[in-house]
């Protein structure tokens, strides 16, 4: 049948060639923009994909840039801790030239101190200054604030890392579960009942010599018959500074209780080693046999030795537990982080007690991962390396008592300069602070190189794998969309030709009116 107010033939290549060009167009926008989804309709599920893919590479993107702008915080801060190494070792070769004072004259231990001065005042210098965009380093900005540390228990508390997590506060909590002991051994006094005859309690009933050594160093000492137990102490104190040992009675009330013989420090590195090199058949040196903290009177729980060794302190942290060095207590575990120098009355007493404080806060927290949450953040403390601050150590005041003192008293007029004479103390606290410093570098490398530098290598491998993905989903593939787009324009051109035809056929009408 011939019709004409409807052309079928004509809507159908219409409706065609629409669709052509529709493809047409896609295909042209695909190859123009290099995506395969340019809008929701492209693909609706890999769009929803595609969106969360980049919104994790951005997440990752960010994270590289923390951790490397992390490690140019921590470069910073070494490079200044690198100078202030410096500063301290030459501050101990000028103490170690100091005490040579049989051949330095008082107007070059003068310029020495003057010298020692000028580096402290730069180390404090160096502390107040070192900055990052404004972020001070050194100062004890960084550091963690503690609260409620017990003097009487806690010397000093130096927290490096605390996870806080969603806490505002970390609690602390420690007990001594293991007494810290100095290495004890004893010398029987009681020459009257154990060699009988003549001799008398408190005095060596024949010559003796021996050879007493301790962690610092050995001496030969020599006793005739009738020295006193008085005596034999004032000559091993004597040489306190040569060997590390000292004597007391065991009891001052009763020569014949005996002699006490102990290393001046804690630890399983403090060590007491008594021989007999000629007579002195009736003395007798012994023990503890159960490790028990000393002193005791000989004869309990005591049997014949000629050496002893401390032991290190062991205490419960948070339930933990943790081996110290001598009174010093070493953590490390996923959440915390720290040193603790224990008195050491807290260190040798086991009663249960419990010596408590809170972390307030503080610290420098660093987001390495895409995500903000406690799992892809790591903190690190950095306290101050002011002199006030560093080298704190529990040494013999002028008092005679043990005082925590810094790398400040080695200034004019403080407690170990130059002229006080205090030369071991300085050298003791200048290697505390030596050891803090190399201690605090140490840590930072090991962060910036294990840590920093690992997520570094991790995210990236990360964003190419994420991006790969990404690509797969979005990004348009030209080979392909080269194809379709030769097929389009095909199917367009022909449709075109089609249409131009369909619309002709109604033509034919016209032969049949003549």
Partial sequence: ??????????LIAQKTLTRSNSALETQLQRLSTGLRINRGADDPAGLIVSERLRSELRGITQGIKNSERASSVIATAEGSLTEVSELLNSIKALTVEAANTGAVSPEEVRANQLQIDSAIESITRIANTTRFAGLRLLDGSLGYSLSGVSATQIHKAKVFGAQFGDRSTINVDVQTIGSAQTANMYLRADFATTVGGTAVDGQLPSSVTLEVTGPDGGVELTFPSGTTMAQIVNAIN??????????????????ASGLVLSSTEFGSEAFISVKKISGGTALDFAKITNNGPGPAAYGTNTAS???????DVVVLVNGAVAAGRGTEVNVRNPELEMTLLLTSGFATTINGTVSRFVITGGGAE??????????????VGIDSIAATRLGG?????????LELQFLSSLKSGGTNDLSSGQFKNASTILESAIDEVSGLRGRLGAFERNILQTNVRSLQTGFENISASESVIRDADFAKESSELTRSQILVSAGTSVLALANSNSQTVLQLLG
């Fill in 393 to 401: 150590t529990v040494v013999t005041g002028s008092s005679g008592n």
């Fill in 366 to 379: 660093f987001q390495l991962g895409p995500e903000v949450t406690a799992l892809q953040q790591t903190n």
């Fill in 238 to 255: 004597q040489r306190k500074s040569v060997t590390g040992l000292q004597a007391a009675f065991n009891n001052a009330g009763n020569v």
């Fill in 305 to 311: 030795a000629e050496r002893d060794e401390g032991k």
């Fill in 1 to 10: 049948m011939a019709r004409i107010n409807t052309n079928v033939p004509s």
